[in-house]
């Protein structure tokens, strides 16, 4: 038996005033994701616990089999393990983006112009954290470089009780001042925030992204701080060989903490221009090496809902139903028996540019169990099944066989 995951990170959505009043997934072309449908189980998963924020990280353990509300430990130690850092037990890390904020004199009165600083490609970033740790980097604080806009800081020896430390998606075009923790704990990082405007605004790497019309990295902004990982082996846990295919440091860290096998894919980026069949392809050569279990993460989606991008977010969907599906589900049927389940990790909607809780919708396609689902798979018709898991731990033990 091959089990098969492909996460569309973000799909579900709200009504769009752009789209008609229609979600992405409703005005999509997804001929292969409905015909897996209409043969499948479709119903909707609460992915993110009530005591929990949304975010990918938390939805993510969720929907691979794990409890985050026991397991979860902070978003930014798991990109620090992805990125190759040793932590010690009392190491504090943070997510680290490279920013565009407004020219407004005092920071307080900047504006969230770009939480990924117009999507920096990961070479420049490269040179700005470079600079940064030069001017910032102690034995308390150091930079690492992480893919595109997302780095990160290990704080030795720090704390955890900050206060708000605002995600900078949740705050885009908005004035940064009542989004800044005011506790006392997080004094020494506001300050090197505000310093790094300083230090960046007439950057080398800023001057010719600007003289080429591209948004500067004028900020580092941190948040998303958490304590070193611990997950149990995917493995031990389930008995299967498992791989993660992703562009981001988020899952990759995941895949590593859990022993899984983490393929780099040229060319994956995260975004819409990533390299979609590459990470099918890479997924097919994983089921060939032996792996009984492969999980592609695709972060375009959720992108796209951060960025106001409709037609974009529209577009990811239909690139995935046509690059990715077609490689994946070729290999599968070489098999006596799969399973593929399709589903997104939490709701990115356009109108609100921010994860929800809401529940998402979920298909389990079985090659030699096939059921009657639903035309078209939306969030509408996933709930009109009455089929509801109320975490994806369950979910995922129910996809594994393992209840």
Same mark, same amino acid.
């Given at each position: ?9 973000? +799909?579900?959505?709200? &009504? ?19 015909? /897996? ?55 504090? %890390? +943070?997510?680290?983006?490279?920013? %565009?904020l407004s020219d407004e004199e005092k920071y307080e009165d900047k504006t969230m ?33 992480? #893919?595109? @806009? ?9 704390? %955890? ?6 995600? &900078? ?17 997080? #004094? ?62 988020? /899952? ?7 022993? +899984? ?73 070489? @098999? ?10 939490? &709701? ?16 389990? @396609? ?16 996933a709930k009109s099944t009455g089929v509801y898991f109320e975490s994806g731990e ?10």
């Amino acid at each position: 038996m091959k089990y098969l995951v492909v996460l569309y990170d973000g +799909m579900a959505d709200y &009504p769009v005033p752009e789209l008609n009043g229609k979600t992405p997934m409703e005005v999509a072309d997804k001929p292969n994701f409905d015909a /897996l449908g209409k043969k499948g189980i479709v119903g909707t998963v609460k992915t993110v616990a009530d005591s929990l924020k949304p975010g990918s990280d938390v939805a993510n353990l969720s929907v691979l089999g794990y409890n985050p509300e026991n397991c979860y430990t902070g978003r930014s130690p798991l990109e620090a393990v992805s990125i190759g850092v040793n932590l010690a037990d009392d190491d504090v %890390t +943070m997510r680290c983006n490279l920013v %565009t904020l407004s020219d407004e004199e005092k920071y307080e009165d900047k504006t969230m112009v770009d939480y990924s600083a117009g999507d920096i490609s990961s070479a420049e970033a490269a040179e700005i954290i470079k600079s940064v740790e030069e001017f910032f980097g102690s034995d308390i604080f150091k930079f690492y470089n992480g #893919v595109s @806009y997302r780095h990160c800081l290990v704080w030795h020896k720090g704390t %955890t009780d900050l206060g708000n430390m605002t995600p &900078p998606h949740d705050i885009s075009g908005k004035v940064i001042g009542p989004h800044l923790s005011d506790s006392p704990n997080a #004094v020494q990082l506001i300050e090197m925030m505000k310093k790094s405007y300083d230090l960046l605004k007439d950057h080398p790497v800023n001057k010719k992204r600007e003289s080429e019309g591209k948004r500067p990295a004028n900020s580092i902004w941190l948040w998303g701080e958490g304590t070193k990982p611990s997950l149990e082996s995917f493995y031990k846990k389930f008995g299967l060989k498992g791989s993660i295919i992703s562009a981001v440091d988020l /899952l990759k860290g995941i895949g590593g903490c859990a022993e +899984m096998n983490t393929p780099v894919v040229e060319g994956a980026t995260g975004y819409i221009d990533t390299n979609f069949k590459g990470k099918a392809k890479a997924a097919v050569d994983e089921f060939r090496k032996g792996q009984d279990f492969v999980y592609i993460h695709i972060e375009a989606t959720d992108e796209c809902g951060h960025r106001h991008e409709p037609e974009n977010k529209v577009k990811a969907i239909e690139i995935i139903d046509r690059e990715v599906l077609p490689i994946v589900l070729k290999e599968l049927e070489k @098999y006596d028996d799969y399973k593929i389940m399709i589903l997104p990790d939490h &709701p990115t909607p356009i109108v609100t540019m921010t994860h929800a809780r809401d529940p998402v919708p979920f298909m389990i @396609y079985h090659k030699n169990d096939e059921k009657n689902g639903v035309e078209t798979v939306t969030e509408a018709t996933a709930k009109s099944t009455g089929v509801y898991f109320e975490s994806g731990e369950k979910l995922m033990k129910y996809f594994l066989d393992k209840e």
